[in-house]
T-cell receptor, first 114, second 113 residues
Framework: AQSVTQLDSHVSVSEGTPVLLRCNYSSSYSPSLFWYVQHPNKGLQLLLKYTSAATLVKGINGFEAEFKKSETSFHLTKPSAHMSDAAEYFCVVRLSNQGGKLIFGQGTELSVKP | DGGITQSPKYLFRKEGQNVTLSCEQNLNHDAMYWYRQDPGQGLRLIYYSQIVNDFQKGDIAEGYSVSREKKESFPLTVTSAQKNPTAFYLC????????????FGQGTRLTVV
């Protein structure tokens, strides 16, 4: 069965320090993978996507993620956190063999301390 | 501007009443989706549609119904059979069912009073 596991439900960092949000996936097929960000009571905004091109993917707002097939991971990183990065982040797998269904991780809440 | 519009943003319903949530997109996307979001549970798929006049149940379809009479519209009805309807509902669309990303609306928060 396909699944997505976000290894931390909550991550807290200080402003200016690196961010690491961890995601592991399980998929029988070559997946397309995404990271979305959600601010309170808002919709989801796409940060970045992996669709079998370069394994290191750069997204908006300085975020990037590396696809590691051997580790079935797609961790999200940012070199220096900003206060505005505080939000909930979702790792998502898309199943092209099942009508494009999106499988969501449980989410990681990122807090940024001044 | 192209995008997905959900309305209303906040909705209150009395127990025993059906209510319909609107989702409209002008992106010319074929696929549309409805998700429910509850604290600590991520997003769960209610229904999805790959093409006009066709839709499939997702993981938690009980107590919900949808229609897809037009490409741009995918309304969700929360029926009185849904035991715990209070939640945040998100509509999404994508150009196809393949590798492209999905775009999300701003959500509707439904509260049963």
């Amino acid at each position: 069965a396909q699944s997505v596991t976000q290894l931390d439900s909550h991550v807290s960092v200080s402003e200016g320090t690196p961010v690491l949000l961890r995601c592991n996936y399980s998929s029988s097929y070559s997946p397309s993978l995404f990271w979305y960000v959600q601010h309170p009571n808002k919709g989801l905004q796409l940060l970045l996507k992996y669709t079998s091109a370069a394994t290191l993917v750069k997204g908006i707002n300085g975020f990037e993620a590396e696809f590691k097939k051997s580790e079935t991971s797609f961790h999200l990183t940012k070199p220096s956190a900003h206060m505005s990065d505080a939000a909930e982040y979702f790792c998502v797998v898309r199943l092209s063999n099942q009508g494009g269904k999106l499988i969501f991780g449980q989410g990681t809440e990122l807090s940024v301390k001044p | 501007d192209g995008g997905i519009t959900q309305s209303p943003k906040y909705l209150f319903r009395k127990e025993g009443q059906n209510v319909t949530l609107s989702c409209e997109q002008n992106l010319n996307h074929d696929a549309m989706y409805w998700y429910r979001q509850d604290p600590g549970q991520g997003l769960r798929l209610i229904y999805y549609s790959q093409i006009v006049n066709d839709f499939q149940k997702g993981d938690i379809a009980e107590g919900y119904s949808v229609s897809r009479e037009k490409k741009e519209s995918f309304p969700l009805t929360v029926t009185s059979a849904q035991k715990n309807p209070t939640a945040f509902y998100l509509c999404a669309s994508s150009i196809d069912q393949g590798w492209t990303e999905a775009f999300f609306g701003q959500g509707t928060r439904l509260t049963v009073v």
